[in-house]
């Protein structure tokens, strides 16, 4: 779509299979078997200048600094201030519906699959209701147990993903209520669930994706919310608790951004490692896997993100002298063992870096070099602690003369098997 955003703004959606005959008077669409389609013309409320860089090197480091409005434009008019109710008007999940619902699966592909380990964790902690997370490739072939009880939400940018809409029709083939979460209106994933929400993200053009990702986050903490609030798992008291630290993400994410240096220094001095690993705990963990790819994706360094209380039983054999680290540590409950985990690649002689909340001023005393994103609660701590994780990605990439918004052997949206 962005390449024709400069002609029109007014397009055709096609289907699977249907072919268009295009003449200079006329658009004629219709099946493999000659019979004509009618077709309806969708208008992109995406304007030309969202798609191009706008005085910024790369769309990927121009898309990083519209987070802070690609979240709030996900949020407006779903979650206010002044009301305690969530308007999701392209969601029809009633309460009646839900206490039918005894398992969510969420499945996606690479990025949007990281957004769903955090929707895990989110939905469990919230709503209460077991969630499964999977790899859309990995999903549809192993017979999954799903029935109508079975709600299932799948994630993709582009809504085209091939093998996140093959686990789509698959759950749909086996009765479960399907939720799109896509940033592309009219899409296939759009048009075949039975419920939507969008993620307002605009046009994501860098193959890496930034923005979808964090706005994919609050579409899962507005689900999560949704769906306790349906089930009654949490008081209006400790819903307007996480729902006023929300409206306050895009302001916090606009003052982090602003700390970027930091990131360039790091990049600066450990672009020539071979390897850099990643280490978190529970939501931390979720995010950690987030920010290897991002690295591997667009800087071509060999980047793993690890469970820190896995150290032990094999990872710590890969930390030697030197050995670049990032550990993220958001999370207050397990804040002092994701201390010690640090402490034992230090000894091993790693070199840290530390993301942690502001005012953690002790978290110097243990690693290299500590990162501080402004306070928020640990449950939404990934929208912010993601964002010096793609920056650290992008100086690195930058540093190393890759190509940050076209990396090698990779499409943006991935249309096949």
Same mark, same amino acid.
């Given at each position: 779509i962005?390449?024709?955003?400069? %002609?029109?703004r007014?397009? #055709?959606?096609?289907?699977?299979k249907e072919?268009?005959?295009?003449t ?6 219709m ?7 009618q ?37 407006t008019?779903?979650?206010m201030?002044d009301?305690?109710e969530?308007?999701?008007?392209? =969601?029809?999940?009633t ?15 690479g ?9 895990k ?8 209701i ?10 549809r072939?192993?017979?999954? &147990? ?8 799948? =994630? ?13 029709? *698959?759950a ?8 799109a ?12 669930a ?13 193959? $890496? ?10 579409a ?5 919310? #949704?769906? /306790?609030?349906?089930?009654?798992? &949490? ?13 306050k993400?895009?302001?916090?994410? *606009? ?14 001095k ?12 529970g939501?931390d963990? /979720? ?12 800087? #071509? =360094?060999?980047? *793993?993100? #690890? ?5 032990? %039983?094999?990872?710590i $054999? ?8 990032? $550990?993220l540590?958001?999370?207050?409950? !397990? ?10 690649v ?20 243990v ?13 939404? $701590? ?8 793609? !920056?650290?990605a ?24």
């Amino acid at each position: 779509i962005p390449a024709i955003l400069a %002609h029109t703004r007014d397009v #055709y959606l096609l289907n699977d299979k249907e072919i268009v005959v295009l003449t200079r008077d006329k658009v004629e669409v219709m099946t493999k078997e000659g019979l004509p389609v009618q077709k309806e013309i969708f208008h992109v409320t995406w304007d030309a200048e969202s798609a191009e860089k706008g005085g910024y090197e790369h769309f990927m480091i121009k898309e990083i600094h519209e987070q802070p409005k690609a979240i709030r434009d996900t949020m407006t008019s779903r979650i206010m201030a002044d009301s305690d109710e969530i308007k999701l008007d392209d =969601i029809k999940l009633t309460a009646e519906d839900l206490k039918n619902i005894n398992k969510i699966f969420i499945v996606a592909c690479g990025t949007a699959y990281h957004a769903g380990i955090v929707g895990k964790y989110v939905i469990e902690k919230l709503a209460r209701i077991p969630v499964e997370v999977e790899i859309a490739s990995e999903f549809r072939y192993r017979n999954p &147990i799903i029935d109508k009880n079975t709600l299932t939400i799948v =994630i993709s940018q582009s809504g085209e993903t091939a093998d996140t809409l093959a686990a789509l029709r *698959e759950a749909k083939n086996l009765g479960a209520r399907v939720i799109a979460v896509t940033n592309v209106v009219g899409s296939s994933a759009a048009r075949e669930a039975d419920d939507i929400l969008y993620t307002w993200a605009g046009p994501e053009i860098a193959v $890496a994706s930034t923005k979808a990702y964090v706005t994919q986050l609050i579409a899962l903490y507005i689900i999560a919310l #949704y769906l /306790a609030r349906l089930n009654g798992k &949490i008081t209006v008291e400790e819903y307007r608790a996480i729902r006023d630290e929300m409206l306050k993400l895009p302001e916090k994410a *606009e003052k982090l951004l602003e700390r970027k240096e930091e990131l360039q220094k790091f990049a600066d001095k450990n672009h020539g490692y071979p390897d850099i690993y990643y280490l978190g705990r529970g939501l931390d963990f /979720a995010v950690a896997l987030e920010g290897a790819l991002k690295l591997k994706e667009i800087s #071509y =360094i060999h980047s *793993e993100a #690890y469970a820190a209380g896995e150290l032990k %039983h094999g990872t710590i $054999a890969l930390i030697d002298k030197g050995v670049p680290v990032i $550990a993220l540590a958001t999370q207050e409950d !397990l804040f002092e063992k994701m201390v010690s985990n640090i402490k034992e690649v230090v000894t091993r002689g790693a070199k840290v870096i530390g993301l942690t909340f502001e005012g953690k001023e002790e978290f110097e005393k243990v690693v290299d070099q500590v990162v501080y994103i402004p306070k928020t609660l640990p449950i939404l $701590a990934p929208v912010l602690s993601v964002i010096p994780l793609q !920056l650290l990605a992008y100086y690195t990439a930058v540093e190393k003369g890759c190509d940050v918004d076209k990396p090698r052997n990779l499409a943006k949206s991935v249309t096949v098997e």
